[in-house]
Every structure is written in C-alpha cells, then in structure tokens.
C-alpha cells in the first residue's frame, strides 16, 4: 500500500492502432500489432473519495462508461469506497481513438491512487478490464510513443511489448474523423472476428519485417519517407481480414476519398486507425500538416474537430496527486 492522496489529476492522449499483425491466432500468438499515442484528443479527469455515494461530472455517454468502470474496479477489488470523478475532455468513443482503454485506465488509475491500491500495469489494467485483446492503448497510456504488441498465446493476459520508441519530435499527424460514423464495437466487433479466417504465414512474415526491418529503423533514423510507406503498406495489408465486415479497406466513402486525395498529393503514411473512422496521414513538419488540413477543409467541407493537427506522445499518462 501506498499513501492515498485526497485526490488526482490524470491527463492522457488517445491510440492510433494502425493494425494486428495476425488477429486469430494463426501464428501462436494473438493481437500482435503496432501503433502509436498522439497528444489529443486527450482524456482529463480530476477525481476524490466521495462520502455519499458515486458522483460523475461529464456528459452522456462520458458518464456512463465512467461509471461502469467505477463498477467494473469494485468488483475487481472488493473495495466498497465511493468515488467523485469529474470529466473535463474526453474524445467520443468507437472512433478510432483508443477512447475506452485510456478512459478505463484513467479511472483505474485515480481510483488505485485514492486508495493507495499498488500494482504493475497488467493489474492496474485488469481492475477496468482493459487489454483483454490489443495492449498498445494500456502500454500507451503508461508510458507513450510508437509501441509494437508482441501479442499472446493466453487470451486472458496482457501482452508484451515488442518494442517502444519515440518517434521524431517533428512529426506530426493529421487525424480525420467522418461525422455522424462510428467504428465496430462490443457484440458486433465480437462476432467479426470469430467469423475471421486464418492469416497467411507470408502475410504474418511480410508484417513483422515491415514492423521490425521498415517502421522501427526508418523511426530512428528519423526517415519520414521511410516510415510513411512502411506505415500504409503494413496498414493495407493488416486490414485486408477485415474488409469484408466494413466494406473495403475504409470504414467510409469519405475516409477512401480522402485517402485517395492525400496519397496523390505525394503524403503516402495514410491509413485507417483500428475500425475507424478516424483516418490518420503522417506529415513531417507542423507547417505541412496545417497546410494540408487547411486543404482537407476547403475540399471536403470538414471543419471543427473533424481534421486536427496532432503530435505523437512521447510520454505516459501524467498523475499528479493534490492535498
């Protein structure tokens, strides 16, 4: 046990999942991928022991998830304790952001802090049954960058990471999100990949080499032509599985379009983040990306939250406890 501060302050970014490396298992190991923690949208909350029952500041459907992550740790812990959770930013789930997992690791997180609950990241995950597939958004939301899953043979585990590194700080990603669209989750997401054939062992080799031989090294080596054509073709191929369920490699016709417009304006690191439909493009430099989202507003018609400017997130989830 560690001593409980009156309350926490958490702040975290959101996951870009640019794919799995063999999604069944075909391999031996499960949900092996690769993705990457951008800056914002980020997820805030301010949380402290409550004495009369549950309260939680945020906005529908925010609430209701906080709350049954609240649930979710109390069962996991046995604890009885009441907790005051306020939200002051959090993205919109299902969109390809990693939402949940960063939301249910911030509230695991605050809530173990208040009560001085210690635990590596696996247990801190388990208390809002986080990582129960892919562990790229709870190894993100600990300790940030560009992260390799290396996957798992037992479901219930979380998995190893591969490999972390933090990609150049001149970076940027340029995130489109199509309104009124949201990707796959919990019943249907389930069915989709029982439904899921075996991946290729060329297909799984073809993967890991673009992981470990393209997107690592051209990372370090600060070769964003490099990595942009590692990044799109590793995308493409780890999305080929489940094109069938969304109907093509893109979950919208806005999401292809663009991605069409983009790769012939020579910005090749395109792709579809996990079911989407936020659509990611590395650009190397601010001024680029802000040219090109200025581009994407005035030809699509997007605005507002619909293209932003991001930076990758070097750093894990910041903690700061108050008296």
């Known amino acids: 046990m560690s001593p409980a501060p009156e309350s926490v302050i958490i702040e975290t970014g959101s996951r870009l999942h640019f794919g799995l490396i063999d999604p069944v298992g075909s391999s031996g190991r499960f949900y092996a991928g690769a993705g990457v923690m951008v800056e914002s949208p980020g997820v805030r909350l301010a949380a402290r022991l409550s004495q009369d029952g549950d309260r939680v500041a945020a906005e529908d459907p925010v609430a209701g998830r906080v709350a049954d992550f609240i649930c979710r740790f109390r069962k996991h812990t046995g604890c009885d304790a009441r ?3 306020e939200i002051a930013s959090c993205p919109g789930d299902h969109l390809g952001l990693g939402t949940g997992t960063q939301l249910g ?4 997180t605050a809530c173990s802090n208040l009560l001085g609950l210690d635990g590596e990241i696996e247990a801190v995950a388990g208390r809002t049954d986080r990582g129960r597939r892919s562990a790229i958004g709870v190894h993100g939301f600990e300790r940030g960058g560009f992260l390799v899953d290396g996957g798992k043979t037992e479901e219930r585990e979380l998995s190893a990471l ?8 001149a970076w940027r990603f340029l995130l489109v999100i199509a309104p009124g669209h949201r990707g796959l989750s919990g019943q249907r ?3 989709c990949f029982k439904q899921l054939g075996a991946v290729p062992a060329e297909t799984v080799g073809r993967l890991e080499d673009l992981l470990d031989k393209g997107l690592l090294t051209a990372a370090e080596n600060d070769d964003w032509p490099a990595f942009s054509r590692a990044l799109h073709e590793f995308g493409l191929l780890a999305g080929e599985p489940f094109q069938e369920a969304q109907g093509g490699a893109f979950s919208t016709d806005l999401a292809a379009e663009i991605s069409r417009y983009l790769r012939g304006a020579n910005i090749e690191g395109v792709g579809q983040s996990s079911w989407g439909p936020a659509l990611y493009a590395l650009l190397p430099g601010q001024r680029e990306a802000e040219t090109a989202a200025e581009e994407l ?9 619909e293209v932003r400017v991001t930076r990758p997130r070097n750093r894990g989830a910041t903690v700061k406890a108050g008296a």
């Not at 507003?297 to 939250?305: D, I, S, T, Y």
Request: proline residues 4%; without cysteine; hydrophobic residues 40%.
């Open 83 to 85: 907790f005051n959770i």
């Open 105 to 108: 690791m911030a509230v695991s």
């Open 162 to 169: 591969h490999a972390r590194i933090e990609l150049p700080r």
């Open 189 to 191: 997401e389930a069915d």
């Open 297 to 305: 507003r005035k030809r699509f018609g997007l605005h507002g939250g």
